[in-house]
């Protein structure tokens, strides 16, 4: 059985769209949810803020799968519009892989070590989980980002968003 750590986010009706995701995560083996966090975007000003969070799965199904039969679908079901022009264009959901069984294959995310809105809903999740490429564990990423990031970067708790792994 494959553990997989998902980010996700939303900046277009966040508050509908992160739950749906969640809620359409149940059928694929969603084990635990992070707490929702709002957060200002990153690499534009012109953006409404994100809503994100972290879920664990547990599947059997391989990497590829996981982004092509799970988060491409639900990514689809929800409207979620690329635009090959603008990687900062506003979205109704984005689902990436971010950890996979603790291992560097496939690769991490690399925004877990670079920001905190990665690096903080998956150090809820999971804080003494080691990241297989820096050896640092999730809640000691997520502690050194919070030292050094500005604080209109800080996530912002919203427990008004509830998201919940059981129905």
Known sequence: ???VYL??????????????????????GLIA??????TRPVGTTSNAPFLNAAVLLETNLDATKVKTEVCQVIEQALGRVRDPDDKFAPRTIDLDLALWNASDD????PDIVRHLHAARPLADLAPDLIHPV??????????????TVDAEYFPRPR???ILSASP
């Open 1 to 3: 059985m494959n553990q």
């Open 7 to 28: 980010l996700l986010g939303s900046n277009v009706d966040p508050e509908i769209h992160v739950p749906e995701a969640v809620r359409l995560l149940r059928q694929h």
């Open 33 to 38: 949810v992070s707490r929702a966090y709002e």
């Open 106 to 109: 496939p690769p991490p995310d």
């Open 134 to 147: 820096d050896g640092r564990s999730l809640a000691a990423i997520a502690a050194d980002l919070e030292s």
């Open 159 to 161: 427990p008004d968003v």
